[in-house]
């Protein structure tokens, strides 16, 4: 990392009166310069916490809309507008508002990894990491509708056997690329290492996993876990973190398909680098911007799994109206 840009970055954060906020799968160069670094719940809450006027998300689109949703007095940048997410895009809001009408009685639980307009037709947002709590505060007698990533929903379902799910078809496409046959010869060659995995995973990977969950259980796993050795099925990102807090301790990606390529990358989270963040920071541009009648619905589901995981009691629609 170059040090001028990074020693210009914190100066232009001091003169914008601006804090970046940072995915635990951006780049490690990223990560370093950031205020705060988390997975997607942290940095929703963070964004609500934050003094700064400007705030600017070093992740994905979705990401800095749900600040933006939370915070519409703040100004909030994104270093590339193009960063997106192959959950968004498998999952548009008319198809989403087609299968929210054929079920107008479920409760529509819909992962962070969504559109603004998708929110906005959504019950409740979840995340992988309280995705368990918020359905358990779901009456027992109602569907839950899960979209858009059907293997944290499938997880889900199996933890709670004694709820109705109903999925809907989408998948990230970089976790879905990890390989159960090759990741079970793996554990072969290291017999001694701690596999752990995130449920965004097809289910005949997560199957060979001891630890299964978001980012940050992932990253605490390797923190207070005394074994030596990791074996890892999520983005590369969260390593430099890991890497951090352990020093000591061997990480080995699990295994995807073809050898040969990177895929356990994701593509959009690393469109972002550290000159488009400090351009972001010089121009203040581009801007996350939603209409107001647009973000005030989408308040409504993320206020939900914030009020659900500070302990208060939330209100439930009885049918789907749209």
């Known amino acids: ?128 990491s309280n995705a368990e709590q918020i359905v358990g505060a779901i009456p027992k007698d109602r569907k839950i509708l899960f979209g858009p990533d059907q293997h944290l929903g499938r997880w889900l379902s199996k933890k709670m056997p004694d709820r109705q799910f109903e999925f809907w078809p989408g998948a990230c496409e970089v976790h879905v690329l990890f390989n159960a046959k090759r990741l079970y010869e793996l554990i072969l060659q290291h017999p001694d290492a701690v596999v752990i995995a995130h449920p965004e995973c097809d289910d005949s990977v997560l199957q060979h996993a001891s630890v299964i969950g978001s980012t940050s259980r992932l990253l605490e796993e390797v923190q207070k876990n005394p074994a030596k050795k990791f074996i890892v099925a999520t983005e590369t990102g969260i390593f430099h973190q890991m890497q951090k807090l352990r020093p000591d301790v061997e990480l080995i990606q699990a295994p995807v398909l073809d050898a040969g390529c990177s895929c356990n990358n994701c593509p959009y989270m690393k469109m972002n680098n550290m000159e488009k963040i400090k351009h972001a920071l010089e121009t203040l541009q581009p801007q996350v911007g939603l209409e107001e009648a647009l973000r005030v619905k989408a308040q409504v589901s993320l206020d939900r799994m914030m009020d659900i995981t500070s302990g208060k009691a939330v209100q439930w629609p009885q049918e789907f109206s749209l």
């Open 1 to 128: 990392m170059s040090y001028d840009i990074a020693a210009d970055i914190q100066r232009l954060k001091r003169e914008k009166d601006a804090v970046i906020l940072a995915h635990y799968y951006e780049d490690g160069d990223i990560q370093d310069i950031a205020d705060h670094v988390g997975d997607s719940f942290f940095l929703a809450k963070m964004g609500q916490k934050v003094e700064q006027k400007v705030i600017l998300l070093a992740g994905v689109v979705f990401m800095a809309e749900s600040v933006k949703i939370l915070n519409p007095t703040k100004t909030v940048l994104v270093p590339d507008l193009e960063a997106s997410c192959s959950l968004v895009k498998g999952a548009p809001y008319e198809r989403y508002l087609d299968w929210r009408r054929k079920h107008r009685d479920g409760i529509a639980v819909t992962y962070i990894n969504s559109s603004a307009e998708v929110k906005s037709i959504s019950d409740v947002i979840i995340t992988s």
